[in-house]
């Protein structure tokens, strides 16, 4: 059977517009009522990266929340909302987000993200043992609310990704450190997925994010929520509203090499607003999404080295910094490879493992992306792009 991806096409984050809209993007997929049974307990999983605001559009928007919320209550479940912000406490991300006040509103309860269950799945490729938050093994359905964004290290994060934040605290940096090849990365994030079988993703891309994000780019207005319960296939969706090529993340690789969910167009079921009339020709990509070690497989001590030499490093932006140390406390090393508080850029080049925490962390955008010298003299990355976008449509005649 096809995948089933709908799409609403949607301008403004008024409550009663977004509840609207949201009923009728779920209404081919057989609405709420087709995910939740009464009386089952429902965890939703916004997109929480940190304590930021709505218009920021870091993380979800509380009227998605909201609109969620509305619909698992009237189709007779008990919620509950949760996630694990990368850096700060939930409360103050709770409150700044709006989604607190969500909660609050409506009576659901803010799910345990301190403590941690341990999960088992044989078949995982990277966790066949993780810890996930209780409240994942708690509730009955996950539903996920991801917002459409950027990524430094991934490329893209939406629905797949935002399961990631269902690892508690500071084990997620931990994972950064033992898993430096964001191929690995993706591996886990997909296993994660398998673990917590979210029933049902709605994408809140009415504003989402281009440029350097998850946190550092630019709000961009896209228009559409979007909704389906084969998670690859809804970002796949998102990915061309935005004009993104799938197969150039490691995430929609690594769900391709298991077998989790579908990617290819031909067997995605589109229903509600044409995706034509959605497509933002222009979103702002993220510098590379592909790497020279998609094309070509190198052994392992060569391939560290080059990726330390292509890949951007991080700097300081000394006028904007607020000695939070936000970005200290979120690096997954131990000393820190950054700190605020040390002269020049603030980062140890050699020990700093490019896994883009603490630019993900930072709250004011102190933080750049400074390409590497031999990416600004040779343009390596920009023929690496070139290579893999004719290696693409090779392929694509091919089969």
Same mark, same amino acid.
């Given at each position: 059977?096809?995948?089933?991806?709908?799409?609403?096409?949607?301008?403004?984050?008024?409550?009663?517009?977004?509840?609207?809209?949201?009923?009728?993007?779920?209404?081919?997929?057989?609405?709420?009522?087709?995910?939740?049974?009464?009386?089952?307990?429902?965890?939703?999983?916004?997109?929480?990266?940190?304590?930021?605001?709505?218009?920021?559009?870091?993380?979800?928007?509380?009227?998605?929340?909201?609109?969620?919320?509305?619909?698992?209550?009237?189709?007779?479940?008990?919620?509950?909302?949760?996630?694990?912000?990368?850096?700060?406490?939930?409360?103050?991300?709770?409150?700044?987000?709006?989604?607190?006040?969500?909660?609050?509103? $409506?009576?659901?309860?803010?799910?345990?993200?301190?403590?941690?269950?341990?999960?088992?799945?044989?078949?995982?490729?990277?966790?066949?043992?993780?810890?996930?938050?209780?409240?994942?093994?708690?509730?009955?359905?996950?539903?996920?609310?991801?917002?459409?964004?950027?990524?430094?290290?991934?490329?893209?994060?939406?629905?797949?990704?935002?399961?990631?934040?269902?690892?508690?605290?500071?084990?997620?940096? %931990?994972?950064?450190?033992?898993?430096?090849?964001?191929?690995?990365?993706?591996?886990?994030?997909?296993?994660?997925?398998?673990?917590?079988?979210?029933? %049902?993703?709605?994408?809140?891309?009415?504003?989402?994010?281009?440029?350097?994000?998850?946190?550092?780019?630019?709000?961009?207005?896209?228009?559409?929520?979007?909704?389906?319960?084969?998670?690859?296939?809804?970002?796949?969706?998102?990915?061309?509203?935005?004009?993104?090529?799938?197969?150039?993340?490691?995430?929609?690789?690594?769900?391709?090499?298991?077998?989790?969910?579908?990617?290819?167009?031909?067997?995605?079921?589109?229903?509600?607003?044409?995706?034509?009339?959605?497509?933002?020709?222009?979103?702002?990509?993220?510098?590379?999404?592909?790497?020279?070690?998609?094309?070509?497989?190198?052994?392992?001590?060569?391939?560290?080295?080059?990726?330390?030499?292509?890949?951007?490093?991080?700097?300081?932006?000394?006028?904007?910094?607020?000695?939070?140390?936000?970005?200290?406390?979120?690096?997954?090393?131990?000393?820190?490879?950054?700190?605020?508080?040390?002269?020049?850029?603030?980062?140890?080049?050699?020990?700093?493992?490019?896994?883009?925490?603490?630019?993900?962390?930072?709250?004011?955008?102190?933080?750049?992306?400074?390409?590497?010298?031999?990416?600004?003299?040779?343009? $390596?990355?920009?023929?690496?792009?070139?290579?893999?976008?004719?290696?693409?449509?090779?392929?694509?005649?091919?089969?």
């Amino acid at each position: 059977m096809p995948a089933k991806v709908a799409l609403e096409a949607l301008r403004t984050y008024d409550p009663a517009a977004v509840l609207a809209a949201m009923r009728r993007v779920l209404t081919p997929l057989g609405g709420m009522e087709a995910f939740v049974q009464p009386g089952q307990k429902v965890l939703l999983k916004p997109n929480l990266l940190g304590a930021f605001s709505p218009d920021e559009a870091v993380t979800t928007h509380p009227s998605v929340v909201r609109a969620a919320t509305i619909l698992v209550q009237q189709a007779g479940g008990k919620v509950s909302i949760g996630d694990s912000p990368g850096t700060g406490e939930l409360k103050a991300a709770l409150r700044r987000s709006g989604i607190g006040a969500v909660a609050e509103e $409506l009576g659901a309860t803010i799910a345990d993200f301190q403590a941690s269950a341990e999960v088992e799945r044989e078949e995982n490729v990277v966790g066949r043992r993780l810890a996930l938050a209780q409240a994942v093994t708690d509730a009955d359905v996950v539903i996920t609310l991801p917002k459409l964004k950027t990524h430094a290290q991934m490329g893209f994060t939406c629905a797949l990704k935002n399961q990631f934040g269902l690892i508690v605290g500071t084990e997620k940096a %931990l994972w950064h450190y033992r898993l430096q090849d964001r191929d690995w990365l993706a591996a886990l994030m997909i296993d994660i997925n398998q673990l917590a079988r979210p029933a %049902l993703a709605i994408v809140d891309a009415i504003v989402g994010m281009e440029g350097h994000g998850p946190s550092g780019g630019d709000p961009r207005e896209i228009g559409a929520l979007v909704a389906g319960g084969d998670l690859t296939a809804v970002d796949a969706i998102c990915c061309d509203l935005v004009g993104i090529d799938p197969q150039s993340l490691p995430l929609m690789r690594a769900a391709g090499r298991v077998g989790y969910g579908t990617s290819e167009r031909g067997s995605i079921e589109l229903h509600g607003t044409p995706i034509q009339d959605l497509r933002v020709p222009d979103f702002k990509k993220p510098a590379h999404t592909h790497s020279i070690l998609d094309i070509i497989p190198l052994p392992k001590r060569l391939a560290v080295w080059v990726r330390r030499v292509l890949t951007s490093r991080v700097e300081i932006i000394r006028e904007l910094c607020i000695g939070c140390n936000a970005c200290k406390k979120g690096c997954p090393l131990e000393p820190s490879a950054i700190d605020p508080e040390q002269p020049g850029t603030g980062v140890d080049q050699t020990t700093c493992i490019r896994c883009y925490c603490c630019h993900e962390f930072c709250l004011v955008k102190a933080i750049r992306l400074r390409r590497s010298w031999v990416d600004r003299v040779f343009h $390596l990355n920009t023929l690496v792009e070139a290579l893999a976008r004719f290696a693409d449509r090779w392929r694509s005649r091919r089969s």
